[in-house]
């Protein structure tokens, strides 16, 4: 069956860098896109940062770009969230996730790792 994990978050100064890692199994990037969202505190999740299935690119969110870069490792099957310059406001749990083809709204996603907490505080 479809898995994702995440690892990678931790505790982080303002402006410090951390990478996230999302191994995944039972499918490919192919045929599947992946999805990096966060969740803070009494906020709603957002989406972060996406890498659509093959040849169909990324995205960003405002809040993110120039920061935060997606990447794919096909032969260790995982997609790397690279978090540079972090801010008190990134705080949240990081979590990927997986859709068919083409990069959606956080609610057509059907599958899910089990998130990882990033704290950026000094």
């Known amino acids: 069956q479809l898995q994702l994990v995440e690892s990678g978050g931790g505790l982080v100064q303002p402006g410090g860098s951390l990478r996230l890692s999302c191994a995944y199994s039972?499918?490919?990037?192919?045929?599947?896109?992946i999805g990096w969202f966060r969740q803070a505190p009494g906020k709603e999740r957002e989406g972060v940062s996406c890498?659509?299935?093959?040849?169909?690119?990324?995205n960003y969110a405002d809040s993110v770009k120039g920061r935060f870069t997606i990447s794919r490792d096909n032969a260790k099957n995982t997609v790397y969230l690279q978090m540079n310059s972090l801010k008190p406001e990134d705080t949240a749990v990081y979590y990927c996730?997986?859709?068919?083809?083409?990069?959606?709204?956080?609610?057509?996603?059907?599958?899910w790792g089990q998130g990882t907490q990033v704290t950026v505080s000094s």
């Open positions: 039972g499918f490919t990037l192919d045929y599947y896109a």
């Open positions: 996730a997986a859709v068919a083809y083409l990069c959606s709204d956080s609610h057509e996603y059907d599958y």
């Open positions: 890498l659509s299935s093959s040849g169909f690119g990324t």
